[in-house]
């Protein structure tokens, strides 16, 4: 079955980065795109952007595209979005999706929370 | 950005009941607009994709339609596990942006 595991949840202090990753099985990784959306805390869901499969292809929201990176491995089915300079508005459970063509996001992760906190 | 309106924020409703939510888009979409469902603690859920196509696996007690800037999300019979919070998504701009969900609840 499509899965999509998360790494644990993160306390970071303002300014420090943090690394979320995504392993996904049950699919072909690169044929389908892992987009990004995060939750803060009681809030709406907000879309971070998509990245490729198979190549460097990569969309970024340009609310957070100065201080994220999203990349991907093959080798081991996984994605990675890597965020600097935190803030506390960065705060919030950090779920990544599988994503075909940055249309339809229909497998998702269970989340990860990111705390930033001093 | 595109922003998306949902309507109502919140509805209490009854088992059995027919339940409609609405989005509006503040500029023409098409037909490119999901709806999700999210339960507390959980990812969300995609129920419906491209405004009508309902998602493999999803009970055919939901239904999406509307094109151009209004859109509806319909449950025929709502059902006990259907208490959640639905979003709706534009995927015709970037960056993709989400309405700001509308809370279904038992009354």
């Known amino acids: 079955q499509i899965q999509l595991v998360q790494s644990g949840a993160e306390v970071k202090k303002p300014g420090a980065s943090v690394k979320v990753s995504c392993k996904a099985s049950?699919?072909?990784?690169?044929?389908?795109?892992i987009a990004w959306v995060r939750q803060a805390p009681g809030q709406g869901l907000e879309w971070m952007g998509w990245?490729?499969?198979?190549?460097?292809?990569?969309i970024y929201s340009y609310k957070v595209q100065d201080r994220v990176t999203m990349t991907i491995d093959t080798s081991t089915s996984t994605a990675y979005m890597d965020i600097r300079s935190l803030i506390s508005d960065d705060t919030a459970v950090y779920y990544c999706?599988?994503?075909?063509?940055?249309?339809?996001?229909?497998?998702w992760g269970q989340g990860t929370l990111v705390t930033v906190s001093s | 950005d595109i922003q998306m309106t949902q309507s109502p924020s919140s509805l209490s409703a009854s088992v059995a009941d027919r339940v409609t939510i609405t989005c509006r888009a503040s500029?023409?979409?098409?037909?490119?607009i999901n709806w999700y469902q999210q339960k507390p603690g959980t990812a969300p859920k995609l129920l419906i994709y491209?405004?009508?196509s309902l998602q493999s696996g999803v009970s055919s007690r939901f239904s999406g339609s509307g094109s151009g800037t209004d859109f509806t999300l319909t449950i025929s019979s709502l059902q006990p596990e259907d208490f959640a919070t639905y979003y709706c998504?534009?995927?015709?701009?970037?960056?993709?942006?989400f309405g700001q969900g509308t809370k279904v609840e038992i009354k």
């Open positions: 998504q534009q995927t015709y701009g970037s960056p993709r942006t």
């Open positions: 049950g699919y072909t990784f690169t044929s389908y795109g």
């Open positions: 990245t490729s499969g198979y190549n460097d292809n990569t």
């Open positions: 500029q023409s979409i098409g037909t490119l």
């Open positions: 491209a405004a009508s």
């Open positions: 999706a599988r994503d075909l063509s940055n249309e339809v996001q229909d497998y």
